[in-house]
């Protein structure tokens, strides 16, 4: 029976849903090759020309949060890859558009799970790719975030308009400090399927997210978790991260996270940038120079006791909807249910 896991803030009774991107190691040898090419032969700076720090917040859209009516959704993938779609859309027009992370995360799921009759299961990265290039993703306002949508198929409308925005390509980072740095001075974020930990919470209040600690590798990972990292930082000795849980988690909605974290393959499975165009070139433009911050120096020491795992069994049948034609009746019969 299918598992939703949350981590809980028990200083404010807040829950956070983990596990919307399902683990690497069950999807078969080679399965990304025929969906990303690789990002190392496309480095063009030389590590010891890598700036000290690189910070692509100001291209960066408003920060979404995947629960906005505490419904706990899984979708933590679409919203990543919709927060870079946004950003390779402000950097080549200069204007902020809002795509649809519902579009994106029911026909991930489809393509995953070869039907329409989707449930709330999360997905794999590979999946949001190839629905990416295959159907794009249409504007927020054709397939807003309306919670009664969720397992829903979308409109044709929404699917024509769609098709305008899909990507050309998808490029596998490596987990290396150096490749991951460099992808970030390319102009290019990075979408991150995370092992994350009970201490991982502490980013809430802080901003920073800290090393797993003794106690969180004995009682092990709680879930997997998607992220945009959007930045880096010499002084920190971190990324800086944009999460999905809303402007008031973290630091506005970000957060940062130290190299040895997302550098790691034991806790970092995981890493896709997204290209709206083949040569997508945005130079220097988010190369920093000043790098005096030291992000992480604010580090609170992890307080077991101020936040908790809880896992609930879910009766996917219960939990599934067909993919039959929305209406606004449904909505409400869903969301009042």
């Known amino acids: 029976m299918p598992e939703h896991v949350f981590l809980v803030d028990n200083t404010t009774g807040k829950k956070y849903r983990l596990n919307g991107v399902l683990p690497s190691a069950s999807l078969p040898a080679g399965s990304a090759a025929g969906v990303a090419k690789a990002f190392a032969p496309l480095i063009r700076y030389p590590v ?11 291209d960066m859209t408003e920060i979404e949060n995947q629960d906005p009516l505490a419904q706990q959704i899984g979708s933590c993938t679409a919203h990543g890859f919709a927060g870079a779609y946004e950003y390779l859309n402000k950097k080549a027009h200069g204007t902020d558009i809002r795509v649809s992370r519902f579009f994106i995360y029911f026909n991930s799921r489809v393509k995953e799970f070869r039907t329409e009759n989707v449930t709330d299961t999360g997905c794999h990265l590979i999946y949001v790719i190839e629905a ?5 993703t249409c504007l927020e306002s054709f397939w807003p975030y309306d919670t009664g949508r969720l397992n829903y198929k979308p409109t044709e409308e929404s699917y024509e308009q769609a098709s305008s925005h899909k990507i050309a390509d998808a490029l596998q980072v490596n987990i290396n400090l ?5 992808c970030l001075a390319h102009g290019f974020p990075f979408v991150i399927n995370i092992s994350v930990f009970a201490s991982f919470g502490n980013g809430g209040n802080s901003g920073v997210v800290p090393m797993p600690t003794q ?5 092990g990972e709680a879930g997997r978790h998607a992220l945009l990292v959007c930045g880096y930082s010499e002084e920190s000795q971190a990324f800086i991260v944009r999460n ?3 402007a008031d988690w973290g630091e506005k909605g970000y957060c940062y ?12 499975h995981e890493a896709y940038a997204i290209r709206k165009v083949e040569n997508d070139d945005f130079g220097q433009d988010n190369w920093c120079w000043q790098d005096s911050q030291n992000y992480l120096a604010n580090m609170p020491v992890p307080n077991p006791d101020h936040h908790a795992i809880e896992r609930f069994q879910i009766d996917e049948e219960e939990a ?10 449904t909505s409400e019969e869903i ?3």
């Open 48 to 58: 010891e020309e890598l700036p000290p720090k690189v910070d692509l917040r100001n």
């Open 132 to 136: 990416l290039k295959e159907y794009g």
């Open 178 to 182: 150096t490749e991951m740095k460099s």
């Open 215 to 219: 106690t969180d590798l004995a009682q």
């Open 244 to 246: 999905s849980w809303g």
């Open 257 to 268: 996270i130290p190299y040895g974290y997302i550098t790691s393959p034991t806790f970092c």
């Open 320 to 329: 599934s909807c067909n993919a039959n034609e929305f209406t606004e009746e």
């Open 335 to 337: 969301v009042e249910g």
